[in-house]
């Protein structure tokens, strides 16, 4: 490994600054969720993970049909793709509340087995269909 230059090390320092504010961004939006659900419904949701994981699990399958059916499409699949992952994590999310969460308000340790029950299936039906490895979307 040979040295870096001022110019190079600058860029690398950059782009780890971007990298980790784009991830702190994620971590805060995702924390602010879980406070947002449990201050409004008292419930402590452990798949809360797993309803952001659908959606980048739905913006990823977007992006596959893109690339096989209209290549052409490409570059504007992203705005769409975004709008099915809300779509999807708010239907799935009502689905829950209404078969599940509803029947289990005032109780929290309930609430709290649930939904980790919950997350278990979610995480399992996501290996089963997506595989173990990592997905990763075209970048539009």
């Not at 950059?14 to 406070?35: E, K, P, T």
């Not at 708010?90 to 969460?101: D, F, K, P, S, T």
Request: glycine share 10%; proline share 4%; net charge negative.
């Amino acid at each position: 490994m040979g040295e870096y230059t001022n110019e190079e090390l600058q860029s690398i320092f950059i782009m780890q600054g971007f990298s980790g504010l784009s991830l702190f961004s994620v971590l805060l939006l995702m924390g602010l969720g879980l406070a947002l659900i449990f201050g409004q419904m008292g419930v402590i949701n452990m798949a809360h993970g797993e309803f952001m994981a659908l959606g980048a699990y739905t913006v990823y399958f977007c992006s596959s049909l893109t690339q096989e059916y209209a290549p052409s499409f490409g570059p504007y699949y992203f705005v769409v793709a975004i709008g099915l992952a809300f779509v999807a994590c708010a239907a799935l999310g009502a689905l829950v509340e209404w078969l599940m969460i509803r029947h289990l308000y005032h109780r929290p340790l309930d609430t709290l087995l649930a939904t980790w029950g919950l997350s278990l299936i979610l995480q399992q039906t996501y290996r089963s269909i997506f595989g173990a490895r990592e997905v990763t979307p075209t970048l539009p």
